[in-house]
Every structure is written in C-alpha cells, then in structure tokens.
C-alpha cells in the first residue's frame, strides 16, 4: 500500500476492531467472574422458613449470558468497523489535504512563476515549517534562473555581432582563400547563428517576452513549404523524407511559431533518427494534425534528446501556443511527434 492516505485509512481501523475486541472479551471476562462469585437467595414471606438459594454458575445462565454478548458483539461489530474505516478515510484525506494543495501548486510552477509563493491559508505548524522550506527554495531557484537566462541572452546577443561580421568577411573573401576552406568556415558560421539565435528565443520565451500573433492560415501549405527544404537535407544524407497531406486545413495560431516548432522537429528527427521520415497532416472534424516519424536504433539516447536545443525552442513555443498539444511516443525502432490544434473553416475568398 503506497498511499499514505490507506495505510492511516486502515491503521485506523485496525486499531478500533482491536478495541472493540479487547472491550469484549474484557466484558465477558468479567461478566463470568461476576456471575460465578455472585449468588441469589430468594425468600418467601409467607414461610419464613423456606429459603431458595443458588448461583447464577449452577443456572449455566453465565455461559448463556456471555455467548449472547459475543454474538451481538460480532453482529454490531462489522456496522462499527465500517464505520471505522469511513471515518478514518475522511480523517486521513482531511489531515492530508495541505499536502494535495502544495502538489496541486508544485505542479503549476515553471520558470515563469517560480516567485509565486505557496499559498496555504489554514495548516499547521508542522505544514508551515514544510511551506517556508518550499517557498524559500522556490525563492533560489527563481533568482537563478533569471540570472541564468540573462547571462545566456546576454552571451547569445554579444555574439551575434561579431559572428555576423565573420560571416561577411569570409563571403567578401571567397575569391582570396581555399573555395573548400571558405565552405566550411560558412557552414560553422551558420551553425552557430543557429545555436545563438535559439539561444536568444530560448531566453526571450523564459522571460516572457515572447509575444504571439496568431493568424490563419493553411497549415498544409506551411508544411510543404518546410518539409520542401528537408527532403533536400535528407537526400544529401541518403534517406527520404515523405509527405502525405490534405490540400486543405486552416489553424488559426502563430504561424512562425508553428514553422519554428515544425522545422525544429524535423531536424531533430534528421539528427538522432535513422532511415526515411514520414510526415501526415491530417484533418478530423474540428481538429487538425501533424505526425513526424523516423526510425530510431536502441542506443538513441531519449534523455540526452530531451535536452537538446531544438526540443527546448519546442516547448518554449508551445508555452506560447496553449491551443497546440505536443504529443510523443516511443515504440521498437521508432519515435513519433505528433501536433494538434483546432482545425477551423477556410476564409470566404478561399472558398470562393
């Protein structure tokens, strides 16, 4: 039994059927003792000489007396107990209930409201001992994450400049060095403007700076248009990336958010999965879809995935888009990523 709120449950009833049973056989221990010291004389008036004497023992009414208490004792005893247990279970839930709103409450935090005290209004001193510790390391993590989001955008926002000018530059020197050589020193350039342009997103998001703009817009084509880009990178590394989806299906939400999160999975698909990449988007009755799946091998890393870059930038727009649902799922030698989000009807002049 793993919940507290059981085991006080039934330690609680436990302890009353043993009361309950000590009482008895407590009574009937001193009710036959009672009846066996105890006699009865009965005169008659009318004879002074005739007396009737005898004991309650010699009547067998002792023994009469103490089955009819143990039985009644059984019969009322299961009433009591079930009783017992009810009380003790709303007892128990009662006792705990501090602790279910401070779970209630842990599990609303995040890095944005991480300075929002725990809040318990009636508890106890034990609780309010617990609350204090909470808040206070609420209080820590809250001051550090904040430093640390503005060191990274600070570091990310230095950066930017300086790599901007390389990348010029190495592009007004094309001609003056190695054709090869200019090559790669673009491709890292560009790679790191990647990195520090999510870092930056990462830190405006964690600080809340990231406003959306919702729009509408056919999810269908913003999909072509990023999956167009990916068959290209997949083909360089000699898989295929598919696309099977309706010509039509309108969302209304940030569309370059979307594009962010779309193009971020993908990429993390094309990085740690292996084989081809199928992507659907699919439209039901009020709601519209996306699937990403790849292949994955048994040494993929799911917790090193989690803490990629990409899968960040992730769920930091999806923090933006609460009508967006980011679903996973991991099965033998594959991995999918599915989106969805209210579908809506398609304006006049399309229909038109």
């Not at 005898?54 to 039985?71: H, Q, R, W, Y």
């Not at 107990?81 to 609303?108: E, M």
């Amino acid at each position: 039994m793993k919940s507290l709120r059981t085991r006080l449950t039934v330690w609680f009833g436990l302890v009353f059927l043993s009361l309950v049973v000590a009482f008895t056989f407590l009574t009937r221990h001193t009710l036959e003792t009672k009846l066996r010291q105890q006699t009865w004389q009965n005169d008659f008036p009318d004879h002074p000489d005739w007396k009737l004497h005898g004991s309650f023992l010699e009547t067998e009414v002792a023994n009469i007396v103490a089955e009819e208490l143990m039985k009644s004792a059984m019969i009322w005893s299961v009433p009591v107990v079930v009783l017992a247990l009810a009380g003790g279970y709303w007892l128990a839930r009662f006792s705990l209930r501090p602790i279910a709103s401070v779970n209630r409450q842990l599990r609303t935090k995040d890095s944005r409201n991480l300075s929002e005290p725990i809040q318990l209004p009636e508890m106890d001193n034990e609780f309010r001992e617990l609350v204090k510790q909470l808040n206070d390391l609420l209080s820590r993590l809250d001051i550090s994450f904040k430093e640390m989001n503005d060191y990274a955008a600070k570091v990310a926002h230095e950066l930017r400049t300086p790599l901007t000018i390389i990348r010029l530059k190495v592009e007004q020197a094309e001609g003056r060095i190695d054709p090869e050589l200019a090559e790669a020193l673009e491709i890292e350039l560009h790679r790191l403007t990647y990195v520090v342009e999510q870092s930056l997103l990462i830190a405006r998001a964690e600080r809340g700076h990231l406003s959306s703009q919702p729009t509408l817009f056919n999810l269908a084509d913003t999909v072509r248009d990023v999956v167009g880009d990916f068959q290209l990178l997949a083909g360089e590394r000699g898989r295929h990336c598919s696309l099977l989806a309706v010509s039509e299906c309108w969302v209304f939400t940030d569309a370059r958010h979307l594009r962010q999160i779309i193009h971020n999975l993908l990429t993390n698909a094309l990085k740690h999965g292996q084989g081809d990449l199928k992507v659907r988007v699919s439209r039901r009755p009020g709601h519209a879809g996306l699937l990403i799946v790849n292949h994955t091998s048994r040494k993929t890393d799911a917790e090193t995935e989690a803490l990629g870059l990409g899968l960040r930038v992730v769920s930091a727009l999806l923090r933006q888009e609460t009508d967006v649902h980011y679903l996973r799922r991991r099965g033998r030698g594959y991995y999918a990523a599915r989106l969805q989000m209210p579908a809506r009807e398609a304006p006049n002049f399309v229909q038109a």
